[in-house]
């Protein structure tokens, strides 16, 4: 085969592993590849050590792999479940339902206007009515379980408020109206299991096309064409930011400290733009 424009390309010629020492650009990139050549062990002694290295490579490999995708108690989702069914309740059942709306539903101008921030937050945990709640909270038992697990406790909570945060800065830089329910970040941890399984998609590939894209779709769809009754803003803002916070907080023996750092420069970015968008909108409301 002939070679054109090689002008720029180091080559090597190994004939033996000593040729190696030859090269110094090798030597100056691999300074212990020589070391790392040089096996004791010849002939049938040689296969079995390299068989054994591979038996040993593989088996740390799977109890990595064991460890990620053991199922444990979804104790954090189980929690957000029973926080949102309690202020459910309390809303409707105990408290003035209008003033509770009124105090502490997402609302832009509220928001921006009258700089009412913990709305961002407080707005995920209300319902409209028991429909809204229960569809939300199966969806919260179903995705959340699965993403604890796999996350682990700490960065699922993280994942989960990083998520209401873009769902609802986006919410009322585009919404503008009244907005409530927990499903931005229910699509937010759709969007951490979008980011987890590209890691891992030699086992979730096939779920990723089959279910978890395709469900993410028909919920934006069906949000287009609900005629406004849906915040479709939130669920795009909420997918956004559990991608981005999944990819800041790393996913377990596949991500690099270079790609947590970039990850997290990306997130922050996300947010600080979100809110100079929103903040700008104050002088022209």
Known sequence: MKLENTKDIDMISIQDEKDISNYKFVTDSFPDIDKNLKFSEEGLQLFL??????????????????EVFNKKKPVITVSLIVINVIIFILAFFVADTKWVFETFALNSEEVIIHNEWYRLFTGAFLHAEIFHLLFNMYSLFIIGSQMESYQG????????????????????????????????????????????GYHYRVYLGGVLKSQIIPLIVINLLIGFFSGGMIDNYAHIGGLVGGILITNALGVKYKSSNFDKINGTIVALLFIIILVAIALTLVKFS
């Open 49 to 66: 050590k390299i068989t054994q290295d591979i038996n040993n490579k593989n088996k740390k490999d799977g109890a990595k792999v064991e």
């Open 153 to 196: 406790k700490g960065k699922y909570v993280i994942t989960y408020f990083f998520s209401i945060l873009s769902a609802s800065l986006l919410s009322i830089i585009l919404n503008r109206g009244d907005s409530v329910g927990a499903s931005g970040a229910i699509f937010g941890l759709l969007g951490a299991m979008l980011a987890f």
